[in-house]
């Protein structure tokens, strides 16, 4: 009977262990001088979830040589929510829950191609001269407001969320770049941002997009776990160049071409620079006016060498540069719709 309580008591402390969640921000070390920078993405399509988030993450770890990440961004476009738990699963049976941030969205793209149904894709940030921190806020109150009839309402709730997030940061005014995702469909998107730069300010380069809207569906990964009217940043530092340029159509044609001219835009905007990784945050809007999926990606894949990375995802909103080839100005990043906003980063 002793035996059998002791038994009783382990498995009640493996599952407890198994349920803690770990909400606390991340903080990778202080990158070195000179350190290595290294991004590294993978996709894979399944129709059995956890097998696609595994295959992604083996094929991820394989690259990676041995080097152990310190994050990875994980987006999938599974359609329900069971499918996403158990891609999540498969990702974190070769990193661990807690480097997994991410979230659903309507379709993606690396440079292996393009996938718009029971997929996952994956990008680490890895490498001692890189520093990754990264948080969460979560239940804003903003989900269930209409940007119609709640408007002061929608505003101070996500200005909130943005501010908080922002604030959890050590430093973030120092960022070199900050990738933010969150439950606020465009143009929602825009409060979010205007809450995390007034804590931020302006001037930080940022990207990312609003997770997908579809019925039930619209959760952030944070450290593993899915989180609804929520989101997080992760902010970057490292000593490397950011050229970014947002482009924004709503035809077929058009889609294709501003893929091409401003992917090219943010290449030659590096200058000198070695790209390291090109990250799009894409609409779905933009998805949805494609005759061919992969006609985008192509568009893309004629400015940017094999060699480099592309890590894109489509979106219900978009964080990144305005379209200066509609006349827009104003602040390094901005939230849109029907855009596809480019980040390249370089050394």
Request: proline share 2%; glycine share 12%.
């Given at each position: 009977?002793?035996?059998?309580?002791?038994?009783?008591?382990?498995?009640?402390?493996?599952?407890?262990?198994?349920?803690?969640?770990?909400?606390?921000?991340?903080?990778?070390?202080?990158?070195?001088?000179?350190?290595?920078?290294?991004?590294?993405?993978?996709?894979?399509?399944?129709?059995?979830?956890?097998?696609?988030?595994?295959?992604?993450?083996?094929?991820?770890?394989?690259?990676?040589?041995?080097?152990?990440?310190?994050?990875?961004?994980?987006?999938?476009?599974?359609?329900?929510?069971?499918?996403?738990?158990?891609?999540?699963?498969?990702?974190?049976?070769?990193?661990?829950?807690?480097?997994?941030?991410?979230?659903?969205?309507?379709?993606?793209?690396?440079?292996?191609?393009?996938?718009?149904?029971?997929?996952?894709?994956?990008?680490?940030?890895?490498?001692?001269?890189?520093?990754?921190?990264?948080?969460?806020?979560?239940?804003?109150?903003?989900?269930?407001?209409?940007?119609?009839?709640?408007?002061a309402e929608l505003t101070a709730a996500l200005n909130a969320?943005?501010?908080?997030?922002?604030?959890?940061?050590?430093?973030?005014?120092?960022?070199?770049?900050?990738?933010?995702?969150?439950?606020?469909?465009?143009?929602k998107n825009q409060l979010l941002l205007d809450g995390f730069?007034?804590?931020?300010?302006?001037?930080?380069?940022?990207?990312?997009?609003?997770?997908?809207?579809?019925?039930?569906?619209?959760?952030?990964?944070?450290?593993?776990?899915?989180?609804?009217?929520?989101?997080?940043?992760?902010?970057?530092k490292g000593g490397f160049s950011v050229a970014q340029a947002?482009?924004?159509?709503?035809?077929?044609?058009?889609?294709?071409?501003?893929?091409?001219?401003?992917?090219?835009?943010?290449?030659?905007?590096?200058?000198?620079?070695?790209?390291?990784?090109?990250?799009?945050?894409?609409?779905?809007?933009?998805?949805?006016?494609?005759?061919?999926?992969?006609?985008?990606?192509?568009?893309?894949?004629?400015?940017?060498?094999?060699?480099?990375?592309?890590?894109?995802?489509?979106?219900?909103?978009?964080?990144?540069?305005?379209?200066?080839?509609?006349?827009?100005?104003?602040?390094?990043?901005?939230?849109?719709?029907?855009?596809?906003?480019?980040?390249?980063?370089?050394?």
């Amino acid at each position: 009977m002793k035996i059998e309580k002791l038994l009783s008591l382990a498995v009640i402390l493996v599952l407890a262990g198994c349920a803690t969640v770990d909400k606390s921000a991340l903080t990778s070390p202080v990158p070195s001088s000179g350190g290595e920078i290294i991004f590294k993405t993978a996709m894979a399509e399944n129709e059995d979830a956890f097998a696609a988030g595994q295959d992604a993450a083996e094929a991820l770890a394989a690259k990676l040589g041995g080097t152990v990440p310190h994050a990875v961004l994980m987006m999938d476009c599974y359609d329900s929510v069971e499918a996403k738990e158990l891609a999540i699963a498969g990702a974190a049976s070769v990193f661990g829950k807690d480097k997994i941030f991410g979230g659903a969205v309507y379709g993606m793209y690396t440079q292996q191609g393009a996938a718009d149904l029971d997929g996952v894709s994956l990008l680490a940030l890895a490498g001692d001269g890189l520093q990754v921190q990264a948080a969460l806020v979560e239940t804003m109150g903003a989900s269930t407001l209409s940007l119609e009839t709640q408007e002061a309402e929608l505003t101070a709730a996500l200005n909130a969320g943005g501010a908080a997030l922002a604030a959890q940061i050590p430093q973030v005014e120092q960022s070199e770049l900050v990738i933010l995702m969150g439950d606020a469909h465009s143009p929602k998107n825009q409060l979010l941002l205007d809450g995390f730069q007034s804590v931020a300010g302006t001037k930080i380069p940022i990207t990312g997009g609003s997770i997908s809207k579809n019925d039930g569906l619209n959760y952030v990964y944070y450290r593993g776990e899915m989180y609804r009217d929520s989101a997080f940043a992760v902010a970057l530092k490292g000593g490397f160049s950011v050229a970014q340029a947002g482009r924004q159509a709503k035809s077929n044609d058009a889609v294709i071409s501003t893929a091409d001219e401003g992917s090219a835009t943010a290449m030659k905007a590096l200058g000198s620079a070695t790209p390291l990784v090109v990250i799009t945050y894409d609409c779905a809007g933009r998805m949805g006016k494609l005759d061919h999926l992969s006609d985008e990606l192509a568009a893309i894949q004629k400015n940017v060498d094999s060699s480099v990375p592309v890590f894109g995802c489509y979106c219900a909103g978009e964080f990144g540069a305005a379209d200066t080839m509609q006349g827009e100005t104003g602040n390094v990043s901005v939230g849109r719709g029907w855009h596809v906003m480019f980040t390249v980063l370089g050394k």
